[in-house]
């Protein structure tokens, strides 16, 4: 006897679109990097720009939730279920660190920016950007192309972590102030831990490449 409607959409639901919703989560950081970047230029009303980075990162909460919520309800997965958990995981990361990095500037009532955070945050603004078309592509199934975005993000990191080593030897050289050597510190070492974890989300995706290629 053939099942109803109602019975074929009990046991067999509709595969839910995975990649839609990491496009928007990639997106959602590139958002939060691109604010960051426009309170680097300016660096006026610290604390309004950070609340509206805040929001972004709890959107970005919400669509992480919605993604594990998903994995929990699905016997269907385009690609292995624990690839897109550390997909999702990494993603996540990188948007609590781009949050942190502005809550430190805000909490330790920094009133202008170092020429050396303006160039990390420039940069981890291009790598996500680059994590967003990487996984565009993840969803065309154009794995060359995943693979050159990878490279790109490792590029990108390496850069970043170079910026990192000169910004804190110019931290000694330049600042006199102690405390604000410290508060720097921190916040160097939050954007460059951002990008240590745009390198995560390079390596998940080539790990879903070199499955599914």
């Known amino acids: 006897m053939l099942l109803n409607n109602k019975t074929d959409m009990k046991f067999f639901p509709k595969e839910i679109d995975f990649f839609e919703i990491f496009d928007r989560a990639a997106l ?3 958002k939060a990097a691109t604010l960051l970047v426009s309170l680097m230029e300016n660096f006026d009303n610290v604390d309004a720009r950070a ?6 990162e709890q959107d970005g909460d919400m669509l992480t939730h919605d993604i594990m919520k998903k994995l929990n309800k699905t016997f269907i997965t385009p690609i292995d279920r624990e690839d897109l958990h550390a997909l999702a995981s990494s ?9 942190a990095s502005v809550d430190r500037l805000s909490v330790f ?10 160039a990390m945050s420039k940069d981890l603004l291009a790598t996500a950007e680059v994590i967003h078309k ?3 592509k993840l969803k065309e199934k154009n794995y ?6 990878c490279i790109e993000i490792n590029r990108l990191e390496n850069r970043i972590d170079r910026a ?11 600042m006199k102030d102690p405390i604000l050597i410290i508060k720097w510190k921190e916040i160097y070492e939050h954007l460059e831990d951002a990008s240590d974890k745009c390198e995560d989300v390079a390596n998940v995706l080539e790990a879903i490449v070199l499955k599914h290629a």
């Open 51 to 56: 609340k509206e980075i805040y929001e972004v």
């Open 134 to 136: 990487a996984i565009h």
């Open 109 to 118: 009532k920094i009133t202008e920016p170092t020429k050396e955070a303006l």
């Open 91 to 99: 993603l996540d990361d990188v948007l609590d660190l781009i949050w």
């Open 164 to 174: 990192f080593r000169d910004a804190l030897g110019a931290l000694f050289d330049d």
């Open 144 to 149: 060359s192309y995943v693979q050159e975005y």
């Open 28 to 30: 959602n950081v590139t």
